[in-house]
C-alpha cells in the first residue's frame, strides 16, 4: 500500500484486520487489486464478519441468560430451605403469605415464563429482533473477525 501512495504502516494493516480502521473507497479499491480480488469480495468478507459477532453477541446473551437461571435457581431453592427452616417461628399470617412460594417449583415457574416470554416476542420477526434488543448488547468490537480468505497465507509486509 506504501508503494501505492498511501501512508500505511503495519499498525494500520493491524487496525483494518481488526475492524477498528475502516477503510477508504481508494484504499479498498487498491487493496483489492493488490489482492487480485474485487472490492465486492472484501465487502464480502466484512459481512461475514458482521455476521460472526452477532452470532457471537448472541451465543454470550445464551451463555450469560443459562448462568442467570441458574443462579436464580439456586438462590431459590436456598430461600425455599431458610423459610422452611424457620417457618416455625413464624406467625400464622406470615406462614399464609409464604404458602405459595414454599410449594413453587422453580421449574414451573420458569416454564410459565418461558411461554409467556415466548407469547410476547415471537409474534413476527421485527418482535424477535425488538425482543433480543432489549437482552443483547452487541458490542462493536465482539471476538475476533474473520480474515478475508485473499489475506490467508500472504505476509502482512506484503500489504505494506
Known sequence: MTNRGFKWTQGTVSSVEKGERS????????????????VQSLIADEEAARLERDFR????????????????TRKFIAAQ???????SSLSEDELALLDG???????????????????????SDQMINDGMAEYITV???????LRPKSLEGTPERRLL
Open 23 to 38: 477503510l477508504k473507497l481508494t484504499e479498498g479499491a487498491v487493496l483489492a487489486e493488490i489482492l487480485g480480488t474485487d
Open 57 to 72: 453477541a448472541g451465543q454470550t446473551a445464551l451463555t450469560d441468560a443459562r448462568q442467570e437461571i441458574q443462579r436464580a
Open 81 to 87: 430451605g431458610y423459610l422452611r427452616r424457620i417457618r
Open 101 to 123: 412460594d414454599l410449594r413453587a417449583d422453580p421449574v414451573e415457574i420458569a416454564a410459565r415464563e418461558k411461554e409467556r416470554s415466548q407469547d410476547a416476542i415471537l409474534g
Open 139 to 145: 458490542p462493536p468490537r465482539l471476538g475476533r473477525r
